[in-house]
Every structure is written in C-alpha cells, then in structure tokens.
C-alpha cells in the first residue's frame, strides 16, 4: 500500500504525478527533452542508460516501463535484459558501453565518477553533450527512482501494460500521462 | 578541473545549466515549486530538508548553498543549520520537521528504505500527505541535483561569503529568476520577445 493516499487505478510514478501535477510538469519535461527529444544518442541508447541505472536502483516499474520503451525503440528485448545482467559483454556500442560505465558511477555517487571514466568514453567517440546527457539521465533516475518507491507506489506485475506504456513512450515521449486512467 | 568543459567562472550547478539551457529549465522550475512556491512547510524548512540531503550525499556546492539559502529564510540562524547537519535530533527545529529529515534520510539510500512507522511518526507529528510527497520528491530530487554537480566534477570555490550573498538572493527572488543570472539565452529570448511586442 503505498505511505500516502494516492489515485488507487494509476501505476508507479503516474500516481505521484496525478497527486501532485505541479511538480509532475518538470518532471515530465526534463524526461522528454534527456529521452525522447533528438540527440546525437539515439532514443534506444538513452533509454538503456535510465533502464540500466533503474535497476541498479532496484526500481521495478521504472526499470521495467523503461526497458519497455527501450525494446521499443531498439526492436529488441533481449538486448535490454542483456544490459541490465551484464552491460560489458551486451551487443551494443563500445561508446554505450563506456557510457554506461559512468553511469553506474554516478548512480553510486557523483565523485565517483573519475578522469579516466570520461577519458575512456571519449576515446569511444563520445561527445561533451552526450557525457553531460549521460550524467544528468543517471542523476535523475536517481530521483525518479526514490520517488516511486520513496511513496510506496503501486508497482503491478503486468507485462501486457508495460509493455503497452512503452510503446506510448517510445512514439509520444513523456509530456503527456502513458497510462490512461479506469484502464 | 570539469569532466567536461564547461562555461567559464559559473560555480557549482551553474556550469553545467548555462552548458545546457534546455534541461536547466525544468530543472529550475522544480527546484522553485518544491523549495520557493507557497507551501504549509516554509520556505526556511524545506531549504533544511535539501541541505541535509545534500550534506549526507557529501556534496560541497549543493549543502553550502542550500545550506545559505536556509539561514536567509531562519532570520540568518547559520548555526542551527550546522546543527541540522550534524544531529537534527537535538537541533531546535519542530517534531514534525525531525521525523520528516528522517524520512529524507531514508530516501537518501534508497526509496525502499522508507517505512510504514516513518510515514506513521511523522503524521503523528502533524504532516500532512502532501508534505510527506514534497519531502520525498526534495530528497529524491537532491540525489538527483548532487549527483549532477559532482558526477561533472564542476567548479565548488570554497568562498563562505559568496554562497551567503547568493543565498539571500536566491532566499528572496527564487530559483528561477536567479537563473536569469546564469542562462543568458534565455533573457536574450525574453527581451527579443518584448523588444518584438514593443
């Protein structure tokens, strides 16, 4: 049951946003514009990089609606769960993967991050832009993180809607809700 | 020196938002509904939940400026921050705002760590729903605004005196004004807005 008296029919974080939709406006604006808008960083990889700090995070229904749209994008679930089991050996770019290396440390903690971590991404050919995305997309996953669980949110086991709410991820972004109320 | 390079002589956060005027947007505009929009908790009370945040991540820029900006709204009582950070238990602060920094000490190490009892002590101690929300979302979001300052390893003068003057400021005009200061794109596009009305 979740710490605070939240709409009993929405999921995960489309509660808190429902109960407070000041603070859901920002919110949703700064996913849109790290996650769906265009970017040297395709949508797939950005996706992957906040479905791989989610779990790091332990955080079902953002590491799940995440790999969701991730799959999305990349027409692939398999690669998904290949990056959250083990990153390193995942069929995906040595850029993403030095990527995802920072972002593991800044899930940790930002002075984690050390000369090196960056050094080896820009050796991969990434971009100033992209390691600032990177840094800013763990750093707030570590938010979105804490604050679906922080509120004890309704996480349901559903494949079917995540995998639906990925898919209206993937092609609407995140300024307007992914679940529909009364579903 | 940053990882990444980033507009010269912008401390901390400024950096990294002047590099990035497109996310430094709804970044402000959270900081300025959580910290700076009315509130049944004050303005001097949600500042204190954000430097305590900010002090157990260890990040210097965040828990210094924060940390000012509280003072400014506690009649400049620098001293009962410093006692916030060190053991809010015995700092001269309400029940209800201790069992809420507990709360968002929970939150600090993981959004699971937060407990029923947490939840049930501080609504003992008079929170409210939407207070025990906004003081999730701060320390949710201060996990957030740390990480981003110190996993770009930005520029943290050690200047007392210069967090002091910014948090009377920032304390009375609020986050997104004082960005203004700092995303000269966006004052650019205001005043081209007017000069264009006029």
């Not at chain 1, 809607?161 to 679940?179: C, F, I, N, Q």
């Not at chain 2, 943290?156 to 009377?168: A, I, V």
Request: overall charge negative; hydrophobic content about 40%; aromatic content about 6%.
């Amino acid at each position: 049951m979740p710490h605070i008296e939240l709409p009993a029919d929405l999921p995960g974080i489309s509660a808190g946003f429902a109960f407070r939709p000041e603070t859901a406006k920002p919110m949703r604006e700064l996913a849109h514009v790290l996650l769906h808008e265009p970017n040297s960083l395709t949508p797939g990889e950005r996706e992957l990089i906040a479905t791989y700090v989610s779990s790091l995070n332990d955080c079902y229904f953002c590491q799940t609606s995440h790999g969701a749209a991730a799959a999305c994008h990349l027409g692939d679930s398999d690669v998904v769960r290949q990056v959250k089991t083990d990153a390193a050996q995942a069929p995906i770019s040595p850029k993403l993967k030095s990527l995802l290396v920072i972002a593991g440390q800044v899930q940790r903690g930002g002075k984690s991050v050390t000369a090196r971590d960056v050094e080896a991404a820009r050796r991969q050919g990434a971009t100033d832009t992209e390691i600032h995305d990177t840094v800013l997309i763990a750093a707030a996953f570590c938010m979105y993180n804490r604050y679906v669980d922080g509120l004890a949110t309704w996480q349901p086991q559903d494949e079917s809607m995540y995998a639906e709410m990925g898919k209206h991820l993937a092609s609407k972004g995140y300024r307007t809700p992914s679940v529909q109320r009364d579903r | 020196m940053a990882h990444i390079h980033l507009p010269e002589g912008l401390q901390g956060i400024r950096g990294p938002m002047a590099f990035r005027p497109e996310t430094a947007k709804p970044l402000n505009e959270l900081a300025e509904i959580l910290l700076h929009a009315p509130n049944s908790l004050t303005a001097g009370e949600r500042e204190l939940i954000a430097t305590y945040v900010s002090s157990l991540n260890d990040c210097y820029f965040c828990q210094t400026v924060h940390g000012a900006i509280a003072a400014a709204h506690l009649n400049d009582d620098e001293d009962l921050v410093r006692r916030v950070k060190a053991d809010f238990h015995i700092a001269d602060i309400s029940d209800k705002l201790k069992a809420l920094l507990v709360i968002a000490g929970k939150v600090q190490r993981g959004g699971k760590h937060v407990t029923a009892a947490d939840v049930a002590a501080a609504r003992a101690a008079g929170a409210t729903d939407m207070e025990i929300h906004d003081t999730v979302l701060i320390a949710a979001a201060f996990c957030m605004y740390n990480r981003y300052v110190d996993g770009l390893a930005t520029w943290q003068p050690q200047d007392e005196d210069l967090y002091r003057q910014r948090g009377k400021k920032t304390a009375r005009e609020g986050y997104v004004t004082m960005s203004q200061e700092y995303l000269p794109q966006q004052k650019n596009e205001a005043q081209e807005a007017e000069v264009k009305g006029a």
